[in-house]
């Protein structure tokens, strides 16, 4: 028999989290760390207001219009040197497909039942719509970790700071 899995943030300890909303993240980029997949896409001004606006994957059609424009948003810190702003561009891209994903395998999006002690809800019950707005984000989001300007900042960035 397995162990039940849980959503994380049941056990999130705030005070252990490397990202503080409290930071300015431009003024300070050295209190910035890569981390995992999408740690602190939700945390880090500036550039969680700048991105956010952007950030839509109800339909295909949205979904293009959005990975796109965040696409672009990311060049554009990397044209600058602006590694924790190319970073976070790329996050919201890796979000895009994750959440879209996370639609198109449960229905509202919704993976446990928390009126059921967290117990995992039924997969496939979700939009097909929001796995074509996946496989778009996906597309955009694997073209900015293939960017080697990116690739090679990121390699320093987590060599000199994590």
């Not at 965040?70 to 895009?96: S, T």
Request: aromatic letters at 14%; one cysteine or more; glycine letters at 6%.
């Amino acid at each position: 028999m397995t162990k039940q899995q849980k959503p994380s943030y049941l056990n999130f300890e705030k005070e252990n989290y490397p990202w503080k909303a409290n930071i300015d993240y431009r003024e300070n980029p050295e209190a910035y760390r890569v981390g995992k997949g999408e740690q602190g896409v939700l945390i880090c001004e500036p550039y969680k207001t700048e991105i956010q606006s952007h950030w839509r994957f109800k339909t295909s059609e949205i979904a293009t219009k959005s990975s796109e424009e965040i696409f672009r948003i990311f060049q554009n810190y990397l044209n600058k040197n602006d590694f924790v702003g190319a970073d976070m561009a790329r996050k919201f891209l890796q979000m895009g497909y994750t959440r879209a994903r996370r639609y198109a395998n449960y229905k509202g999006g919704k993976k446990y039942d928390k009126e059921n002690n967290y117990v995992q809800l039924e997969r496939g019950t979700g939009e097909i719509e929001k796995a074509a707005s996946a496989a778009i984000f996906y597309t955009k989001w694997k073209a900015a970790e293939a960017d080697t300007n990116y690739a090679k900042m990121k390699t320093e960035w987590k060599k000199e700071r994590g």
